[in-house]
């Protein structure tokens, strides 16, 4: 069964910092274009960031760039969210997902295959 699973969600305070990492289970993602998006309450989902196979191209959303950091180690078929400076605009639910059919870095969420169950991240003012 293919799975991914975020861990490492919390609640922070503004400015805190907090890593979250994506376990990949079921298959080999290391070809794989992988991305975080996440999902604010009332709000739709959006992308947040995005890595391609070997991990030497990433995007960021304006709203995290310089913030975020995104990485992946596929050797542990993981991928990760570096966030600092947190502010309370960051808090939502943070998923990561995995492209099977594409190993470049792109924000489509409707192109990406799997995704995780989600993670919450509550930034406090």
């Known amino acids: 069964q293919v799975q991914l699973t975020e861990s490492g969600g919390g609640l922070v305070q503004t400015g805190d910092s907090l890593r979250l990492s994506c376990a990949a289970s079921?298959?080999?993602?290391?070809?794989?274009?992988m991305a975080w998006f996440r999902q604010a309450p009332g709000k739709e989902r959006e992308f947040v960031a995005t890595?391609?196979?070997?991990?030497?191209?990433?995007y960021y959303a304006d709203s995290v760039k310089g913030r975020f950091t995104i990485s992946r180690d596929n050797a542990k078929n993981t991928v990760y969210l570096q966030m600092s400076s947190l502010k309370p605009e960051d808090t939502a639910v943070y998923y990561c997902?995995?492209?099977?059919?594409?190993?470049?870095?792109?924000?489509?969420?409707?192109?990406?295959?799997?995704w995780g169950q989600g993670t919450q991240v509550t930034v406090s003012s």
């Open positions: 079921g298959r080999t993602f290391s070809n794989d274009a």
């Open positions: 890595i391609n196979w070997s991990g030497h191209s990433t």
């Open positions: 997902a995995a492209d099977a059919h594409r190993s470049e870095a792109h924000l489509y969420a409707r192109d990406y295959d799997y």
